[in-house]
């Protein structure tokens, strides 16, 4: 069951979420030699980023991974892997491991068994994976009509490559399975038009039709809904 947090603004949102981020690393890492924070790209977490790497706590210990990534070198515009180390990897938070997805591969196809074997070498469950969602309820790279989307929600393999039918780029996306191992979820969205799609995904209908009813509607891990206009 997904608890709400309602803000004022993303200027609110953001100071709160890079508080209770940072105490979770924090009460972690006074546990673990090393936890694994996940994070999509997208628009929505850049302030959150920002935030958070000013954040006092021993990054050095902290491995930062993507939730998804879109098929592009880490020098192109649309790379998450470049959105978090400009963003987060930066002051407090530049001694954090980066564990990227990309690896050069044509395709992601070819990529994703050596990712998963990457993925599947860290410390579980994460400590935490901050979501984004598109209007169409994708979460990661888990879109609705991607012929990839029931692997991505069933296999047990931690990361698989998917091809969306309208979002750019060919993805390497987590699987269902490996987002939910972790202790935490946060689902971050910004807006009206994000915010009656989570209303909509609360009620009846498939997990094909908006994928982020996967973790809604699971009870092994919980899930914090940030929401700002
Ligand atoms: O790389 C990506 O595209 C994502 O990780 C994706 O799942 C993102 O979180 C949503 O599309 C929301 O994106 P915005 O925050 O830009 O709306």
Redesign the pocket.
Known sequence: MARLHEFADMAALTAALAERVAWRLRDDLAQHEQVVLAV??????VPLFDALSAQSLVWSRVAVT?????WVPPDHPDS?EALVRTHLLKDRAATALMVPFWNGDAVPETAAPALSRVLDALPHPFSEVI?????DG????LFPGAPELAAGLSTRASALAVNPTL?PHA?LSLSLHALLNTRDIVL?I?GEA?RRVYERALGQGSEEELPVRAILRQNGVPVSVFWAP
């Open positions: 999509s790209g997208g628009k929505s977490p993507l939730a998804d990534e879109r998450n979501l984004g969602m598109g209007e994708h979460i990661a790279s979002a993805r971050l910004t994000k």
